[in-house]
């Protein structure tokens, strides 16, 4: 069992930039697959992306591929989200959670055990 702890997040204008990290306590959350999601006021939950515990397999929705990336640090128990271009349909509260299960769909919110609390990103002029 882990507690990830989202932070980071922030007021940013469009155009610009965040990173937000995804950490907790537990040295038994470096072997956790690890996801990005957000929920923006009035929609659905959002698959973001997500990376394995060693890092080498990462895999983003559409929708902000090629302006979000994620890392992690192993040694610090964190994993980042890197957010650029930061557009206005990105405002929303960013989730990471974490899971071991195998198989599925890593989009899957259903698959991911361990939730944290939710950092707000607000892009705004």
Same mark, same amino acid.
């Given at each position: 069992?882990?507690?990830?702890?989202?932070?980071?997040? #922030? =007021?940013?204008?469009? #155009?610009?930039? *965040?990173?937000?990290?995804?950490? /907790?306590?537990?040295?038994?959350?470096?072997?956790?697959?690890?996801?990005?999601?957000?929920?923006?006021?009035?929609?659905?939950?959002?698959?973001?992306? $997500?990376?394995?515990?060693?890092?080498? &397999? +990462?895999?983003?929705?559409?929708?902000?591929?090629?302006?979000? @990336?994620? @890392?992690?640090?192993? /040694?610090?128990?964190?994993?980042? *989200?890197?957010?650029? @271009? =930061?557009?206005?349909?990105? +405002? %929303?509260? !960013? !989730?990471? %959670?974490?899971? =071991?299960? *195998?198989?599925?769909?890593? @989009?899957?919110? &259903?698959?991911?055990?361990?939730? #944290?609390?939710?950092? $707000?990103? +607000?892009?705004? &002029?």
């Amino acid at each position: 069992q882990v507690q990830p702890v989202e932070s980071g997040g #922030g =007021l940013v204008k469009p #155009g610009g930039s *965040l990173r937000l990290s995804c950490a /907790a306590s537990e040295r038994s959350f470096n072997v956790f697959r690890v996801g990005w999601f957000r929920r923006a006021p009035g929609k659905d939950r959002e698959f973001v992306g $997500q990376i394995s515990w060693s890092g080498r &397999s +990462t895999s983003y929705a559409d929708s902000v591929k090629g302006r979000f @990336s994620i @890392s992690r640090d192993n /040694a610090k128990n964190t994993v980042y *989200l890197q957010v650029n @271009s =930061l557009k206005p349909e990105d +405002t %929303a509260v !960013y !989730y990471c %959670a974490a899971t =071991l299960r *195998l198989g599925g769909p890593d @989009s899957d919110p &259903s698959k991911y055990d361990y939730w #944290g609390q939710g950092t $707000q990103v +607000t892009v705004s &002029s």
